[in-house]
């Protein structure tokens, strides 16, 4: 049994599931939103996440999701999650990604050097209600469309188009075979040519020169610009506070202990990982590591960048060691079954990603920072790059929206019960135009926290620090 484990049957069956639960949930109740009268303060919430982090970051994380409401939403899941426990559902279950914001659908790369479209970032990943992925990417949209200047018209296009494709490719994966359904993936320069034709030279281009960015953002690409020589030694380069060499981190004796701590970790993780891929590993010795922030959500968690050399100082592997907290979306949707959460990021990234980092595994450190802690452990950088919202125009946002609509599908699919999601559905837009509805009053909403927590900060309530 899996955390993902469906009632099966014979497709009329699991049809027949859809269509009740349609008889019970209503698609055009999804336009539904209302905040509850004892919701808590959403600065209560980001604060209660902050009170597990490292202290001295926490300014960091404040400072970013002040920088705009989309900033804001960024590091809001927790907050999110709360008020999508209060939503219609279907009861109809899947992996979900748990943070399924635009910019966390993203090109990739597959270990067989294949540039990828997926999602991506998996902390908060959890079984629970499909509809929570799809009305997070939903909002996301419109709230970076508001940031951008579009009409209401054209933020509503861009979430129905994004809804459309959904629906569409979850009917498409229910007429299929479960082993294609698994097959499935949307490769990054089909992707190119598939679009093209509809997207002006500009665009065109600019898609073209981020295709081959993002081929160049490697392990070298990453050396070369964190790594230096000093005493013909190589060392991460400090960025204080966001990058922190132990040598600059703590005194001698605690830093050698966190060192073999870390030293250890990487030894560790390496059992989780495939025969072949300790094999690969094992030809790598640590050469030095540093704390590192990232995100915006994620900051003040601890992170690691740990680097590694291979046959010479010009053969680098740089693994990034993250820590894994409970989920955000587990008072809602139910307890995890695995109890290390690196685990968990783990295996619900593998469940919902066409291909996952070749170098993805998790372990769990004893006695760090005074408590056990889990981590999950994959490549610094290998082939990626965050789609840039701010430069889309809303033609350009609702072919985006369209190609994340459809990647939701299919990792939705690979675990839920993608013939009752999609009888749910049906052929028509009811569920498109009731999530559009939802997305521009869950916007309303999330402006309405970022404005809280700008007063927080101004009556200094919280601090914030920017960088």
Known sequence: MTET???????????????????????????????????????????????????????????????????????????????LAGTPATGLRAQLCGDAHMLNFRLLASPERRLMFDVNDFDETLPGPWEWDVKRLAASLVIAGRGNGYRASERSRVVRTTVAAYRKSMEKFAGMRTIDVWYARIDA????????????????????????????RDSLQAFDKLVRTIDGELRINPDP????????????????????QLRELVERYARTLPADRQALLAQYQVVDMARKVVGVGSVGTRCWIILLLGRDQRDPLLLQAKEAQQSVLEEAAGASLHTNQGERVVAGQRLMQATSDMFLGWERVEGLDGRQRDFYIRQLRDWKAIPQAELMSPDVMALFGRTCGATLARAHARSGDRIAIAAYLGRSDPFDRAVARFAESYADQNERDHRALVAAVRNGRVAAASM
Do not use: C, W
């Open 5 to 83: 484990t469906f009632r099966m049957g014979t497709p009329r069956d699991r049809a027949d599931r859809g269509r009740e639960a349609r008889a019970r949930v209503r698609r055009s109740s999804h336009a539904e939103y209302t905040p509850a009268e004892d919701r808590p303060d959403p600065v209560d919430v980001i604060g209660r996440q902050s009170a597990s982090r490292v202290p001295e970051l926490v300014p960091i994380r404040y400072g970013r999701m002040l920088e705009s409401p989309f900033r804001f939403y960024r590091g809001a899941a927790a907050i999110m999650a709360g008020d």
């Open 189 to 216: 320069q089909e992707l190119l040519t598939s679009v093209s034709a509809r997207l002006d030279t500009r665009t065109r281009n600019r898609m073209s020169r981020a295709f081959d960015k993002a081929r160049g």
């Open 241 to 260: 506070p966001l990058i922190m060499p132990l040598d600059e981190l703590m005194p001698g004796v605690e830093r050698k202990h966190l060192e073999e």
